[in-house]
């Protein structure tokens, strides 16, 4: 019975999240890497290496999702699409690293990165969010 619970729960929020906004979808793909990565740092304090791994693996996934949710090609100024592609690869790399060697301080480095971006994003104002196309 939980099983089926789960399932219709992970498609509750799957629809959810198809319905958002692009600008909300970034956001919360912002807290999920801010949260996955909070808890990255008990596991690593833990050493629960397998959910460490998967944890670090998820955010690697996800900065690949705000990279492919650029518009390098429309943006009025493509320097900054430019500079946060570097600086999402940068976090990916810093993350791999942080994996491999158990570093909390890169942990906490990314996480730094991701907060100030994210406080950036929240600021936007309302009538810039969700520009008609």
């Given at each position: 019975m939980a099983h089926v619970s789960v399932k219709k729960y992970s498609q509750v929020r799957a629809s959810n999240i198809a319905e958002m906004a692009p600008y909300e979808q970034v956001s919360l793909i912002f807290s999920n890497i801010?949260?996955?990565?909070?808890?990255?740092?008990?596991?690593?304090?833990?050493?629960?290496?397998?959910?460490?791994?998967?944890?670090?693996?998820?955010?690697?996934?996800?900065?690949?999702?705000?990279?492919?949710?650029?518009?390098?090609?429309?943006?009025?100024?493509?320097?900054?699409?430019?500079?946060?592609?570097?600086?999402?690869?940068y976090c990916q790399r810093r993350l791999t690293q942080a994996n491999i060697n158990n570093d909390i301080e890169a942990i906490m480095e990314v996480s730094s990165i991701v907060k100030e971006i994210k406080e950036g994003w929240d600021?936007?104002?309302?009538?810039?969010?969700?520009?008609?196309?």
């Open positions: 801010i949260g996955r990565l909070a808890a990255t740092k008990g596991f690593i304090g833990r050493n629960e290496i397998q959910k460490k791994g998967e944890n670090i693996s998820a955010c690697v996934l996800l900065f690949g999702a705000l990279q492919d949710a650029l518009n390098l090609e429309v943006e009025q100024d493509p320097s900054i699409s430019d500079n946060l592609l570097a600086l999402y690869d600021n936007i104002p309302l009538d810039q969010r969700n520009p008609r196309v």
